[in-house]
């Protein structure tokens, strides 16, 4: 990996190790609001596919190893075991999911369909995690962990591809895949 990919990836770590613990809990689910998949689509959006998925594998392997970087600051191996561990196992997958589809080409309609699979890619571990997890039937957990945040997740997707976007814009040879 080159300097330039590394120091992407790294940020693209950070940003979400920043942006994932900042969380609204509500009052009818055990999943709360968070903003990480934010950094998650923008980074699928602005690395190559290994890197990006690389990047949210380091921000998990961080809070695995004690630093406060999930929903609400919390960290370590519980998390993956509690009704959010299959969200978070789900993170590194949804990046790929994005990067895969921007790969050849960037653009808004490619990182739409990208972000589109990646909230599936995202939502199915998730979903069957809390269920499991909960101890609820499936449907039960999709009321719980899907439709409340759907709309939400899709206008973070948006957000995220604006500033990807703009991103690939203004920095087009620093985000140009290394050949």
Do not use: N
């Not at 992407?8 to 994932?20: D, H, P, Y």
């Not at 959010?84 to 050849?104: C, H, Q, R």
């Not at 939400?152 to 814009?169: H, N, P, Q």
């Amino acid at each position: 990996m080159k300097t330039k990919e590394l120091t992407i990836t790294a940020l693209c770590c950070a940003l979400t190790a920043i942006l994932a613990p900042l969380t609204i809990t509500l009052p009818f689910t055990l999943i709360p609001f968070s903003l990480s998949l934010i950094p998650i689509f923008l980074t699928g959006a602005v690395l190559p596919k290994r890197h990006a998925f690389l990047a949210i594998v380091l921000y998990v392997l961080l809070g695995l190893i004690g630093l406060p970087v999930f929903s609400g600051f919390a960290s370590g191996v519980g998390v993956l075991a509690g009704p959010t561990g299959g969200f978070v196992i789900g993170y590194p997958f949804t990046a790929l999911a994005v990067a895969w589809a921007v790969e050849k080409r960037f653009s808004l309609p490619r990182y739409a369909i990208g972000a589109a699979i990646g909230m599936v890619v995202c939502y199915l571990p998730g979903s069957i995690w809390y269920a499991v997890s909960a101890g609820v039937p499936y449907g039960q957990a999709l009321l719980a962990t899907v439709v409340p945040f759907v709309l939400w997740d899709a206008l973070k997707a948006v957000l995220a591809g604006a500033a990807a976007a703009a991103l690939r814009r203004a920095l087009p040879r620093v985000l140009q895949p290394a050949v």
